[in-house]
């Protein structure tokens, strides 16, 4: 069975990872194991500063350094063209999750729930595909409800997790 994939989309400084973090803490509560993809849209290469081993081996020049300790284990790599969505969703699946959740990549087609904060995030209503449920700030709950075709939930409850962990168990 393949994993049940879903984004998590918005503008930059909407909440997504941290609503991420608190879902992640739900479907673990169910017993679904979860991965997660975060496409880095603030240009340049993800931060990977550190004094770790992996770290120095990656920033030496290796295409890729994994370290594995006591069942766990950190990956840096770079593709020589970049690494497509598939691949690297394809990479995730070795971990068996249940559940991935992808953290941006808007454009994709996959389902997803947009998180809307402000004004204008609204227009993302019109301009994205696959739109599975809509979770609003409090200050857009209102608006949310009367412009959304989907779901819409507050951000404070967890009334989202319940709808979506009823879809996880569909796909099963």
């Not at 992808?102 to 994205?128: A, H, M, T, W």
Request: glycine share 6%.
């Amino acid at each position: 069975m393949r994993p049940f994939l879903f984004q998590v989309v918005g503008y930059q400084n909407r909440g997504k990872t941290t609503f991420i973090t608190k879902l992640i803490q739900e479907l673990r509560i169910e017993n679904l194991e979860t991965a997660v993809l975060k496409h880095h849209g603030h240009g340049g290469k993800p931060d990977n500063t550190g004094e770790k081993d992996s770290t120095k081996h990656f920033q030496a020049g290796a295409a890729a350094s994994l370290v594995e300790g006591d069942g766990s284990i950190e990956l840096l790599g770079n593709f020589k063209s970049g690494a497509t969505l598939p691949e690297l969703l394809h990479l995730l699946e070795i971990f068996h999750p249940d559940v991935i959740l992808i953290e941006g990549y808007k454009r994709e087609d996959f389902p997803k729930v947009i998180l809307v904060k402000e004004e204008e995030d609204f227009s993302l209503l019109k301009q994205l595909t696959n739109i599975q449920a809509v979770v609003a700030w409090p200050a857009c709950l209102e608006q949310a409800t009367s412009l959304a075709e989907v779901p819409v939930f507050p951000l404070d409850s967890e009334r989202f997790a319940e709808w979506f962990i009823k879809q996880v168990k569909k796909h099963e």
